[in-house]
Nanobody
Framework: QVQLVESGGGLVQAGGSLRLACAAS????????MGWFRQAPGKEREFVAR????????QSADSVKGRFTISRDNAKNTVFLQMNSLKPEDTAVYFC????????????WGQGTQVTVSS
């Protein structure tokens, strides 16, 4: 059974930082690209960042470029999202997801972790 469990969310003031983690189990982690997505109240879920299975290649949304960094530790089956210079508009539930190989079909999702940025 595949499980993705996010942690690290919380309440932070604007300009602050948080580091999210997503621990994966039940899948061959090193064979999956990992993504972070977020959903704010009343809005659709949006892409935040993606990292390839090897960790060599990353992509991020324009809205977070220069502020958020995705990374992974394949030895620990964990993907991270370092979030700096947080803004109130970053407030959302953050989800991690897994896609096999180079696919963008994220078949596995975590339950999400709440990030709230106060102004």
């Amino acid at each position: 059974q595949v499980q993705l469990v996010e942690s690290g969310g919380g309440l932070v003031q604007a300009g602050g930082s948080l580091r999210l983690a997503c621990a994966a189990s039940g899948l061959s982690f090193r064979n999956y690209a990992m993504g972070w997505f977020r959903q704010a109240p009343g809005k659709e879920r949006e892409f935040v960042a993606r990292i390839s299975a090897s960790g060599v290649s990353t992509q991020s949304a324009d809205s977070v470029k220069g502020r958020f960094t995705i990374s992974r530790d394949n030895a620990k089956n964990t993907v991270f999202l370092q979030m700096n210079s947080l803004k109130p508009e970053d407030t959302a539930v953050y989800f991690c997801a897994a896609a096999p190989g180079v696919s963008r079909d994220y078949g596995y999702w975590g339950q999400g972790t709440q990030v709230t940025v106060s102004s």
